[in-house]
């Protein structure tokens, strides 16, 4: 093609987290060739849609990582904080039980 590199760099768990060409940025050491001939930019979409990353780096080849595995990743990730929205929701429900407590015990 125009005579760049392609590489890729992955984390300890040997997911691919980012892509790159030579045309654009100097490798690390860490970092592995995954074409010697390729196009000034680097085009393969590592992220799904639901933002994970799509492939694993295994034995000098880019393996993509099944429907399985990416689902139980997804399942495992910790639930989103509360909006503000339900925040707001959550302390107007609690001082509503608080008042009612004042009123059940006499209070108020």
Known sequence: MDGYKHY????????VIHGFSSAFETPEQTDACIDENGGRHFMIE????????????????????????????????????????????KRAADLEKALANLYTKGVV
Do not use: C, I
Not at 8 to 15: K, S
């Open 8 to 15: 890729v760099r992955t984390n300890a768990a040997g997911l």
């Open 46 to 89: 590592l992220r799904n849609e639901r933002g994970q990353f799509r492939y694993r780096y295994e034995n000098g080849t880019l393996v993509e990582r099944g429907q399985s595995d990416l689902d139980a990743e997804w399942n495992a990730r910790p639930p989103a904080p509360p909006t503000k929205e339900e925040l707001r929701e």
